[in-house]
C-alpha cells in the first residue's frame, strides 16, 4: 500500500481535479448523490463525488498544509477551502467572504513573542474572479491566519494597523502550499463570530444559529455548483 492511500484511504490517482479542503465541516454535507464514497485514512477522511473530491483535514494549518503538498502527486488542478471566520471589523455574522490575502501568523510562538509578520500570500486571482463573476454578493477581504485562539482579542490593534479585516487559522497554509505548488486556490468563508465582541465559544441564540447555518450551506452548495459548472 502506497503512503498516500494509507494517509488519505484512496489512491492518488483516485483524487479528482478538483478538490474542496475542509478542516472541520462532516463530509455528508458535500454528498449529492446515494453513491458518494467516503473513506478515512491515517490523517485525513475523503468524500470522492463525479466532478470532486472532498478532504477533511481536521483544525490544525499543518495539516491543511500537509494535505496540499501530498495532493502535489495527485491529478488534483483546482483547490477550493471552505471553513468558518472571525470578523476583525467592517463584516457580519453570516457574511460569506472570499480571502483575497492572507497574512502567515499561524505560529503560537511567534504570537506570543509579538513577531509580526511581513507578507501577505495572495490568492489566485483567475479562479477567485470567476467564483465572484458568478456571486456577485459573496464579498471579499483580508485574512490573518492566527496560531492562538486564546491571544487573537489583544491582537486586534495589529490587525488593523495590517488591513486585516478577518481571521482564522489555516488559510494562509492553503494558499501557500497552493502557490508553492503552482495549483489554483480559493478560500471561502462564513463569518461566525467578532474577536472582542461575540466571542466563538459564546452560547449561539437561535437566530445565530439559523444565520450561520444558512451561510455554512450556501457556501458549500456555491463551491461544488460552481465545480460543476467548471465540468459542464
Partial sequence: MSSFKKLFSVDAG??????????????????RNKGSRMSKGFLFQVLSEKHYSVIKTGVNSAFVGDCVVYLKDSPCRRLYFIGSCGIVSDFNI???IVVEKALAWDSFSQILNKETPV???????????????LNKDVKRAN?????????QEQLRPLLRKNNVD???MEVSSFLSAASYFK??????LYATDIIDN???????????????????????????????????
Avoid: H, W
Wanted: glycine content about 6%; charged content about 25%.
Fill in 14 to 31: 483516485q483524487i479528482k481535479e478538483d478538490v474542496v479542503i475542509t478542516p472541520f465541516l462532516d463530509l455528508e454535507y458535500f454528498a
Fill in 94 to 96: 453570516g457574511d460569506l
Fill in 166 to 168: 478577518i481571521v482564522d
Fill in 183 to 188: 495549483l489554483e486556490g480559493l478560500a471561502l
Fill in 143 to 151: 485574512l490573518a491566519s492566527l496560531g492562538s485562539l486564546s491571544l
Fill in 198 to 232: 461575540k466571542q466563538f465559544f459564546r452560547v449561539l441564540g437561535e437566530q445565530e444559529k439559523k444565520i450561520i447555518k444558512f451561510s455554512r450551506q450556501r457556501a458549500i452548495s456555491l463551491i461544488c455548483d460552481f465545480i460543476q459548472n467548471l465540468n459542464v
Fill in 119 to 133: 507578507k501577505f500570500i495572495c490568492a489566485q486571482k483567475g479562479l477567485m474572479q470567476k467564483f465572484l463573476n
